[in-house]
T-cell receptor
């Protein structure tokens, strides 16, 4: 597609439920990042996928968070047993191999009630 | 984890004024990027800097890659209301196929008409 696409754009879920967020990167982009952004705050790194290398999971805040990516395509971020503190905008970005600029999606706004 | 510190954290300025913000790190980066995030949107790339000492302009924006490679500066001249948003610096380091972006803490800019 023309840009990074994230779905859903908004998600309201009950505390304790699992959620799955999806990111479709720009076609051909080998690297993919997930970030969390709390209201009015900066970008908190979660996980980084680069080609076929093992992902860098160093930013995942707890074992309730996991992410997968199949090849160089779609990625899903899963949050299990959601807590209210998980409420935030989750942003995905992708980059093209050999280029360094990351392109962002519009994010998924997650609200845990 | 590694952090890029931006200052100021937030600023209110009058329309027409010039703005300066900076980004510092304890470690060296190969590339510096500056992004702007409008409310409700993902960050969008403004300027990319690839060499120490490089000074690059994009319209009313000017950014510099610090000589030490540990800092970068962004200036906005003659601010206008649509400059409102959060400005993020980002640094890249790594080699070969693994280059990971680290984002700064953000500078929130408010422009008073």
């Amino acid at each position: 597609g023309a840009g990074v696409s994230q779905s859903p754009s908004n998600k309201v879920t009950e505390k304790g439920k699992d959620v799955e967020l999806r990111c479709d990167p720009i076609s051909g982009h080998t690297a993919l990042y997930w970030y969390r952004q709390r209201l009015g705050q900066g970008l908190e790194f979660l996980i980084y996928f680069q080609g076929n290398s093992a992902p860098d999971k160093s930013g995942l805040p707890s074992d309730r968070f996991s992410a997968e990516r199949t090849g160089e395509s779609v990625s899903t971020l899963t949050i299990q047993r959601t807590q209210q503190e998980d409420s935030a905008v989750y942003l995905c970005a992708s980059t093209l191999e050999g280029r360094l600029e990351a392109f962002f999606g519009q994010g998924t706004r997650l609200t845990v009630v | 984890g590694q952090q890029l510190n931006q200052s100021p954290q937030s600023m209110f300025i009058q329309e027409g004024e010039d703005v300066s913000m900076n980004c510092t790190s304890s470690s060296i980066f190969n590339t510096w990027l500056w992004y702007k995030q409008d409310p409700g949107e993902g960050p969008v790339l403004l300027i990319a800097l690839y060499k120490a000492g490089e000074l690059t302009s994009n319209g009313r924006l000017t950014a510099q890659f610090g000589i030490t490679r540990k800092d970068s500066f962004l200036n906005i001249s003659a601010s206008i209301p649509s400059d409102v948003g959060i400005y993020f610096c980002a640094g890249l380091k790594g080699s070969g196929g693994y280059q990971k972006v680290t984002f700064g803490t953000g500078t929130k800019l408010q422009v008073i008409p």
